[in-house]
């Protein structure tokens, strides 16, 4: 195995797993309890989540999972987080990498969160989100994960008890960027990267490290770096029947792209999910298999909404119910026979894929950047983070998992 990686959470995961399968490798996304073996797949990326839970429990939860990773032959390891460092000054990013630094005797781990084709860049040790600093766009007010501070440095010192320090652009583009590295007089450095060009550097640079972190894109480029254009990709093959999409991300991406879509809808109420029975899934199944077009059940709602019902009924129990709600609906409508499910969302996306008892994917073609297509067995599925795709995305992600 020549990759292998965790991911904090499930879309962050999938997303991953497209990176790597783009760039040529055969790559399978594996989720919930994990076999005894893999198969022989190039790149195995196992989909936890971490995000947003305590400390310690994120910490073993990554020991374990790499454990199994090194027990399937992988020759490095890969942690990724969001491209935009989701994460609290007390978050997991920091303790995560620190222990899996500690367990794999790295000297020296380089954090690479950019993504330049989804906008996500570092420069002098910030972060931008298109041409605004990290603390300017939206996700300063991401209801989890608030990102006030674009400094990665300061905020990943804030986590960790390891020196941070920097690779400038600069040194990065530098023929003597390796021998800089290696001279670094910290453990954890955060890497400037602004175009693809960037990030295949970097992945030439970490290509003999034991540990590299960093979003979806530092996988393609680690996949470029070991040659994997050209190597054997299995065929993957669309479905038709019954589809149904499900949104509970409440990003602008995502509200905008189901305001886009023009098929039914439904919205799910925070109330609703906090009351949900049998009968309610069942009705509410009901109503998904009487629509003569894929339906859209949205839980999602403006930011303000959203703040308003978690100071009412608090934040865990609103975001348990919705999850535990969809997970619900999905395991009810596969066994009506829907066999396309497009989510959007990394939390609701976790819960479907629980669902429908889903415990590993292989991984197809892009729908949109960050978003894979996946096969597990007759179903096919797409699984993205709430501020991925075009404003047509639901109708892309329809005929790509039909095979159009």
């Not at 305590?54 to 020991?63: G, L, T, Y």
């Amino acid at each position: 195995m020549l990759i292998g990686a965790i991911g904090d959470d499930f879309t962050g995961s999938a997303d991953l797993a497209n990176m790597i399968a783009q760039a040529g490798l055969a790559t399978r996304l594996y989720a919930g309890p994990l076999p005894a073996s893999a198969t022989d797949e190039a790149a195995a990326i196992v989909a936890l989540k971490t995000r947003s839970v305590p400390v310690a429990e994120a910490v073993a939860a990554s020991r374990a999972a790499v454990d199994w990773l090194l027990k399937q032959g992988a020759e490095r390891i890969l942690f990724k987080y969001c491209s935009t460092f989701d994460s609290t000054p007390e978050g997991n990013i920091g303790p995560v990498a620190e222990a899996l630094a500690d367990d794999l005797g790295a000297d020296r781990v380089l954090f690479v969160p950019s993504f330049p084709t989804t906008g996500r860049t570092v420069y002098q040790g910030h972060l931008f989100v298109g041409d605004r600093l990290l603390s300017e766009s939206p996700l300063a007010q991401h209801p989890l994960t608030p990102m006030t501070d674009p400094d990665l440095r300061r905020w990943l010192a804030r986590q960790t008890s390891q020196t941070v320090g920097h690779l400038p652009l600069a040194v990065l583009r530098a023929e003597n960027a390796a021998a800089a590295l290696a001279e670094a007089d910290a453990r954890f450095i955060i890497a400037d990267a602004i175009d693809d060009g960037d990030i295949d550097r970097l992945g030439r640079l970490v290509l003999d490290a034991r540990l590299v972190t960093g979003g979806s894109a530092i996988g393609s480029g680690l996949a470029r770096a070991l040659g994997a254009e050209g190597m054997a990709r299995g065929r993957w093959t669309g479905v038709d029947g019954r589809a149904v999409l499900m949104a509970g991300s409440c990003s602008a991406a995502t509200l905008g792209q189901i305001a886009a879509y023009d098929g039914p809808q439904r919205r799910l109420s925070v109330i609703e999910a906090l009351s949900a029975d049998d009968t309610f899934i069942e009705t509410l199944a009901a109503w998904v298999l009487q629509q003569d077009r894929p339906p859209l059940i949205a839980a999602s709602s403006p930011a303000d909404e959203v703040t308003a019902a978690q100071e009412t009924y608090g934040r865990e129990r609103v975001a348990t119910a919705i999850e535990n709600t969809f997970a619900r609906l999905a395991a009810a409508l596969r066994q009506h026979g829907v066999l396309r499910f497009v989510v959007a969302g990394g939390e609701t996306s976790g819960a479907v894929a629980t669902g429908l008892g889903i415990t590993s994917f292989e991984v197809g073609p892009q729908i949109a950047p960050g978003v894979p297509a996946l096969t597990a067995g007759p179903l096919r599925v797409a699984l993205k983070s709430g501020n991925f795709g075009g404003r047509d995305f639901f109708h892309r992600a329809l005929e790509v998992l039909e095979g159009r």
